[in-house]
């Protein structure tokens, strides 16, 4: 069992989301705070140069386009919303960008929809170009399309986008700069007998019963958002960290061990995660058959599956559907998410990745099903 007492999980952790939100990026809706941007780009350069990998998830784009445009109160009007999101979305990318390139870091925009992680060919090609990303030592700056989605911005908030980027690129950890210290067991603006929660267990009932509403007139979320957000990350393994944005060096301080703001701990951990999800899989919409070599590599050595060890596919599925991994007998000993379609996996059955581009048109994967997201299943 891996070491998770609060001090181990941010030191022990390679790949972090951080989520900062609108009240801070933006100084309460007084525009965008480059300095304070500065600071938390001037750690994440930190991070990268120490080794690890580090994805920025930033709200205020509509807040934002609300200075730009001159309006003092949040629009009602979806319209109205998209209009100061494509806005405010200009100055907020530009600020990163030129930030993190003081530090000597590259950037990168990523924006997207809660549609964009539903969909699985999407997810898959929003996964592989965020790994692609992280593997170049450039930090992506994410934000949720708020130009395109209509009851997104009405009730989407990044606190839950922060928890689904973690689950995407299984992250070990998730990091809520807020402007709270951390989570109280009451609202400490109204209760003087609101008490400090050091350490919590993400998913713990108890907690969404202590958290109040929405406490800010810029943003769309509250610290029920944050709680449930740690709540989802858990789901694929990653622990959750509540902590005030203003903190000063506070990711560096996280990372180093110390116990700043709020630690809701996954109780789950990250690969259990994953490969319970492919285990339990009830339906599966196809299979492929391996020759006794590729089997005994899947099964025995822990290798990924190579399209060149494939004898055989069958059913119809897509990119990124959970498909089985039969032996030549028949027998099932494995299952995993498919990087390619049936379609395309019949084109490359039995040949080398270097035939792939001739073959689809276009260089993909090297792998069928790469280890990290496949489970044995005999």
Known sequence: MPDITPPSVLRNAKRIVVKVGSSLVTNEGRGLDADAIGQWCGQLATLV???????????????EGMKRLGWTARPKAIHELQAAAAVGQMGLVQVYETKLRENGIGSAQVL????DLADRERYLNARSTLLALLQLGVVPVINENDTVVNDEIKFGDNDTLGALVANL???DALVILTDQKGLYTADPRKDPNARFVHVGKAGDPALEAMAGGAGSSIGSGGMITKILA??????????????????????????????????????TQKNQARKRWMADH???????????????????????????????????FSRGDVIAIRDTHGAEIARG????????????????SSEFEKLLGYTGEPEMVHRTNLVLTR
């Open 282 to 316: 009830l339906q599966m919409r196809g299979s492929v058959t391996v020759d006794a070599g590729a089997a005994g590599k899947v099964r025995d050595e822990g290798k990924s599956l190579l399209p060149i060890g494939m004898t055989q596919v069958e059913g119809e």
């Open 112 to 115: 997207l929809t809660h549609a």
């Open 230 to 267: 740690a709540k989802r990350a858990a789901g694929s393994g990653a622990s959750t960290v509540i902590a005030w944005g203003r903190e000063p060096q506070a990711l560096i301080r996280l990372t180093q061990g110390e116990a700043i703001g709020t630690l809701l701990v996954a109780q």
């Open 169 to 171: 690129v299984e992250a």
């Open 337 to 352: 998410l498919a990087n390619y379609s049936s379609s395309e996996a019949r084109l490359i059955c039995r040949k080398a």
């Open 49 to 63: 140069k120490d080794g690890r990998e580090v994805i920025m998830v930033s709200s205020g784009a509509i807040a």
